[in-house]
């Protein structure tokens, strides 16, 4: 089992940054890809970033390419995701997943946190 737990939300103005922080626990070595998705209100949960455990494989959706920063810690298990430009869009509970694969797929992640909200007001 792997456990992840996110911190780091907040409520900033739209222009402003965020760091959100993820932080693994148990059998990580049994994850290829640490990823963030994020759900807004009435909304499917989406993926925004992903990054390999080695941190040279990375993926972002479109809408947040210059924008959001992934990066990972190994010798503290803990990826992070750096948040710049942040739009009012950006608003949703943004989720840490980890899968054995590397994959974007929503459905081929096991392992989930609870969640960290964050909200960007115009």
């Known amino acids: 089992q792997v456990q992840l737990a996110e911190s780091g939300g907040g409520m900033v103005q739209a222009g402003g940054s965020l760091r959100l922080s993820c932080a693994a626990s148990?059998?990580?070595?049994?994850?290829?890809?640490i990823s963030w998705f994020r759900q807004a209100p009435g909304k499917e949960r989406v993926f925004v970033a992903a990054?390999?455990?080695?941190?040279?494989?990375?993926s972002y959706v479109n809408s947040v390419k210059g924008r959001f920063t992934i990066s990972v810690d190994n010798a503290k298990n803990t990826m992070y995701l750096q948040m710049n430009s942040l739009k009012p869009e950006d608003t949703a509970m943004y989720y840490c997943?980890?899968?054995?694969?590397?994959?974007?797929?929503?459905?081929?992640?096991?392992?989930w946190g609870q969640g960290t909200q964050v909200t960007v007001s115009s």
């Open positions: 997943a980890a899968a054995g694969t590397p994959t974007i797929a929503r459905w081929e992640y096991p392992y």
């Open positions: 148990g059998r990580t070595s049994s994850t290829y890809f």
């Open positions: 990054i390999s455990w080695s941190g040279t494989t990375t």
